[in-house]
């Protein structure tokens, strides 16, 4: 069992940024993919960003490459998602999302939200004009 407790979000303008983090609870965190997500208004959850047990390896969607870093701690069993040059379509409530144990390369998901176990309960961030 793992459970997610994200933090981190807020108002900002465009074009700033902000570090969302989540805390994970469990002793086998580096037995999971760690991943983020966002929902807007009226649309379904969309993928961001994912990282590999060890943090080595990482997937973005095409809107945030360049702009978005996932990492991971851990030690620490916290994940974060630094996200600059922020826009205001990245309005949203961000999901942090961990799935596993893990048994195959991180290049066989899809990276759709049946493939994660546990969730977070969400964070708002919004980006003004």
């Known amino acids: 069992q793992v459970q997610l407790v994200e933090s981190g979000g807020g108002l900002v303008q465009a074009g700033g940024s902000l570090r969302l983090s989540c805390a994970a609870s469990g002793r086998t965190f580096s037995s999971y993919h760690m991943g983020w997500f966002r929902q807007a208004p009226g649309k379904e959850r969309q993928f961001v960003a994912v990282s590999s047990m060890s943090g080595s390896i990482t997937r973005y969607v095409d809107s945030v490459k360049g702009r978005f870093t996932i990492s991971r701690d851990n030690a620490k069993n916290m994940v974060y998602l630094q996200m600059n040059s922020l826009k205001p379509e990245d309005t949203a409530v961000y999901y942090c999302?961990?799935?596993?144990?893990?048994?195959?390369?991180?290049?066989?998901?899809?990276?759709?939200?049946?493939?994660?176990?546990?969730w977070g309960q969400g964070t708002q961030v919004t980006v003004s004009s």
């Open positions: 999302a961990a799935r596993g144990p893990i048994d195959r390369s991180i290049y066989y998901y899809q990276n759709v939200p049946t493939e994660f176990d546990y």
